[in-house]
């Protein structure tokens, strides 16, 4: 077999695939930083149980609920309290909303918490939205199984979109220390 009878193939199917993987920060670095000084965030949310693959749509109701309520929603926050590799998936538990001003006020089903300053290790990714958490996660466990350690709960993800549409945000998993 000829190299050139797979030059089409490559050009066609995999070199696109590889750009677009590239593009969404598929190959972008985790960087983890341990002794983080993070917060305090005031945050407005709704209580999840259940699979955390409808996170987005729980986290579209909050935008919808703040935006009624001329309440210009922050970035995104996922306090998540359940390690998905432990925990059945109908019995997950996670918050899920947005930043907001200090001093904010909103109406149920939508609910206000604050998260003091704390130390946390972090790790920052930027990456898809879709993507950014298991690759934050995935360095998160390699450090921590490098240190004799796991995953520990509950994690706060912060992400930040970017200012282009050509570009991906940011996502910070903060983890107690």
Same mark, same amino acid.
């Given at each position: ?95 899920? @909303? /947005? $930043?907001?001003?200090? +001093?904010?006020?909103? %109406?149920? #089903? ?5 998260? =003091? !300053?704390? &130390? *946390? ?20 466990? @390699? /450090? $921590?199984?490098?240190? +004799?350690?796991?995953? %520990?709960? #509950? ?5 930040? =979109? !970017?200012? &282009? *549409? ?12």
């Amino acid at each position: 077999m000829s190299f050139k009878r797979f030059i089409p193939f490559l050009v066609a199917f995999v070199l696109p695939l590889l750009a677009v993987y590239a593009w969404w920060g598929g190959f972008n670095r985790v960087e983890i930083s341990p002794g983080q000084m993070r917060g305090p965030y005031t945050y407005a949310y709704v209580e999840h149980v259940g699979d955390y693959a409808k996170l987005p749509d729980q986290q579209a109701k909050v935008e919808k609920a703040l935006l009624a309520e001329h309440i210009q929603p922050g970035h995104a926050i996922t306090v998540l309290y359940s390690n998905p590799d432990m925990v059945k998936v109908g019995e997950r538990r996670a918050r899920v @909303g /947005y $930043l907001v001003p200090e +001093g904010s006020k909103v %109406r149920d #089903p939508v609910l206000l918490d604050r998260i =003091p !300053a704390r &130390s *946390v290790l972090v790790a920052r990714v930027r990456s898809a939205v879709l993507m950014a958490p298991s690759k934050a996660y995935q360095a998160l466990d @390699g /450090y $921590l199984q490098g240190r +004799g350690q796991g995953i %520990r709960m #509950p994690t706060v993800e912060i992400y930040e =979109p !970017a200012n &282009s *549409v050509l570009a991906m945000g940011t996502l910070t998993v903060e983890m107690p220390e």
